[in-house]
């Protein structure tokens, strides 16, 4: 019993202990990590496929996954960009790019729900299904914008802080709240623990995953809009990969594939570690090519951790 | 007679609980031995030893006269022993022909003979007298064609002892015919059958001798021809209901739901009850007489195809669970691990888990004292036994467990309970203490529908009984001088309509 608790203990902090690992190697080895420029750098570069990775979580905690995010991001940076060049609008550009987003979530909900298909098959159909509109909409071309006001949603800081950060901190404690304090979230944890017991206690199971993968492409599409702003553009080719980048985050920060289990503090930290560990390798002038091992490297750990200490667990039950 | 198989004095205990003590049987070439008792009294564990299943902890299985050892399953198989299991296990999507052959099929260099297969499995049913088509996939067969291929795999297998458990279970009448003519045939062809069943007019059928366990202990083996079936009723049952169902008795109030002329199809035909408040209506039958899709249907789990319920006022027909506990109903289902609970959440979590209990605010917000106060009363008041209302359940006893999976489900403060094989895997002093639960209700005047396969506790917990067989109510009574044998005579489809 006391060893159990350990394990679990262990399970709690582990990726908070490597966090700090990383932090005190680069304190020693270069003094140009821990600068505001470059922190506030981290802090933006991280903000927003964190913001995708809050959304991601909650997909994967609910038993689910959604692959279209990245798709949501492309398509709509691309309307959102449309708008505002057409009308000047920025508030409604704003509204409408976020629009696309809930609406694709609202589709892959209904069909995950309704039809019981694998939420992997149909994320992958409407991500494709999206990336083409995206493509075709804009004939593969970005839309540039020239609008001043609308730069500063992505581009501006407060003081040190990048707005974009404050957004990240902003989605953190108002989903980790959902997910921690309300019905709501204990909901989604159920359905991903047990979805027949779930069903059986009175919980409207179709409805809760519908909302899950709603808020899903609600924060891509969100994100969507804030990168628009801050390159000043709709890109047709933005979003490549922020799917997975976004699952690796949720993963490292503790995320069950097999859902029930996660938390969205555990996904900030895995977004940091991922953010911290490529711009370090970036100081240290290693090659880009090797972040990627670096990072596939770091999950690989994460999951055979966790699978160890979740072995430990249960056989001494 | 030759003896095929036999087994000396096998004993078995789980965690301390000894569930096999001393069994010895033996099984004749050519003959269908039927092995018979109550839920738990040994017959699965005892048929995974002689699988390889499970390891006996002492006494040994000869085969041929031969002592053998037999650690795992490919063992057993080796001995020429094998085993149907009651959910048949086929791949789906392959053609019968390759289901009998699987891992062993015949090729022509790395080709496989698809032509030589077919014609040798056609040939293997020819002997049972049976006509298959080995080209058909397994998903498109009923399942009295499944259980056929099952058993041409089996022969495929050269086995000569075969073991049957419930093989009728989801078959039709003519189907069950058709199975006792393939048991005869391979009766007659030298192979000896151990054939597992609650059905005693069936065993009466197709068994020469009938073999009777009752907690972990042979306690009887009668030659069919010279037996009455009460003698075999009697062995199973035992004579003593024990002391303790400590049932209280309440002054019973209105009526709290009223189920008319409910059908669902192939499940359940034309079932109507009422029960009041302060009672507890028992309703007997084997696993798998309709009663689990009959609560199911109440509860709004599955579709009605006609018929209505009624709860107070309101009339519920093809609702969902969320409305079925808007309306003061709750469901126990029988199957805690699948259904009851959301295993690696906390005692605490799970016992607020429905929308219906109060742990929250009107906006959702959960209120940590409400949520704590909640789940501190209900492990007092229902005696669950935790170190602390944090512990995940998973790590509870299987009493403890189905007292937190009652605990969530009373926290929606329903009227009416249906508790579904509540003290199924529950070591005595957790049935007990269920019981205690229940008793609670009824002082509360709470309705409650107790659904069991276990007869004595049905008899020691009801006021009044329904025993339901394929699907229809054979009989209902107040439980008044009720005899166990009675009951079970009914469930098992012994008095017809008596």
Known sequence: MDKRKIWLIARKYATLAVLCLILVVMFFLTDRFFTIKNLSNVGRQISLNAIISVGMTMVIISGGIDLSVGSVVAMSSCICASVLSITGNIILAIMIGMLIGVIVGLINGLLISKTGIAPFIITLSTSSICGGITLVYTRARPIPLNNTPFKAIGQGSISFLPLPTIYMLITFIVFAFIMTKTKFGRYIYAIGGNEKASVVAGIRVKETKTLVYVIGGFLAAFTGVIYTSRLSSGVPSLGAGFDMQAITAAVIGGTSMSGGRGSIWGTLLGAVIIGVLNNALNLLNVNSYYQNIVTGVVVLFAVLFDHFIQTRVSSKS | ?498
């Open chain 2, 1 to 498: 007679m030759d003896v095929l198989l036999s087994t000396d004095k096998i004993c078995k205990s789980f965690m301390g609980n000894k569930v096999l003590n001393d069994i010895s049987i033996d099984i004749h070439k050519g003959e269908c031995l039927a092995l018979v008792g109550e839920n738990g009294a040994g017959k699965s564990t005892l048929m995974k030893i002689i699988c390889g299943i499970y390891k006996a902890d002492s006494g040994s299985i000869r085969v041929n006269g031969k002592i053998v050892n037999i650690n795992r399953p490919s063992e057993a198989q080796d001995q020429g022993i094998a085993i149907i299991h009651q959910e048949l296990n086929l791949i789906p999507n392959l053609t019968v022909a390759q289901n009998i052959f699987l891992g062993k099929e015949k090729t022509r260099g790395i080709i496989i003979d698809d032509k030589n297969l077919n014609s040798e499995a056609e040939l293997l049913a020819m002997k049972l007298g049976v006509k298959i088509n080995p080209d058909q996939l397994v998903s498109t067969l009923t399942v009295a064609e499944q259980q056929i291929t099952e058993i041409v795999k089996v022969l495929s297998q050269n086995a000569d002892i075969i073991i049957m458990d419930e093989p009728t279970a989801s078959l039709s009448i003519e189907e069950t015919g058709q199975l006792f003519e393939i048991i005869n045939e391979l009766r007659k062809s030298g192979k000896g059958i151990i054939y597992i069943s609650h059905r005693l007019e069936e065993i009466y059928k197709v068994a020469q001798r009938i073999c009777v366990l009752r907690d972990g202990r042979l306690v009887n083996t009668f030659i069919t021809e010279d037996t009455q079936i009460d003698a075999i009723v009697k062995s199973m049952v035992g004579q003593s209901i024990s002391e303790f169902y400590v049932k209280h008795t309440y002054e019973v109030g209105e009526v709290a739901i009223r189920v008319e002329n409910l059908s669902c199809k192939k499940e359940f035909y034309d079932i109507s009850f009422e029960v009041r408040e302060g009672e507890v209506l028992g309703i007997a039958g084997l696993m798998g007489a309709g009663q689990t899709p009959l609560a199911r249907c109440i509860y709004g789990l599955d579709k009605i195809d006609s018929g209505s319920i009624v709860i107070g006022e309101k009339k519920l027909k093809n609702h969902l669970p969320s409305i079925s506990i808007a309306n003061s109903l709750g469901l126990v289902t029988e199957n805690r691990k699948e259904e009851g609970l959301i295993l690696q959440m906390s005692i605490k979590e799970n016992i607020g888990l429905s929308p219906w209990a109060p742990i929250s605010n009107q906006k959702g917000i959960i209120n940590k004292k409400k949520e704590n106060d909640l789940a501190n009363h209900s492990i007092e008041k229902y005696d669950i036994k935790a170190n602390s209302p944090h512990q995940e359940t998973v790590l509870l006893s299987g009493g403890n467990q189905q007292k937190v999976a009652i605990a969530k489900v009373l926290a929606t403060n329903p009227k009416v309970v249906i508790l579904c094989e509540p003290t199924r895997g529950v070591d005595v002093n957790g049935k007990v203490e269920i019981y205690n639960i229940m008793n609670q209700l009824l002082e509360q005047k709470k309705a409650v529908i107790l659904i069991s396969s276990e007869i004595p506790e049905i008899l020691g917990m009801s006021d009044r009984i329904m025993v339901i067989y394929k699907g229809r109510i054979v009989y209902e009574a107040k439980n008044i001088d009720l005899k166990q044998e009675d009951i079970m005579a009914y469930a098992t489809g012994g008095h017809q309509n008596g």
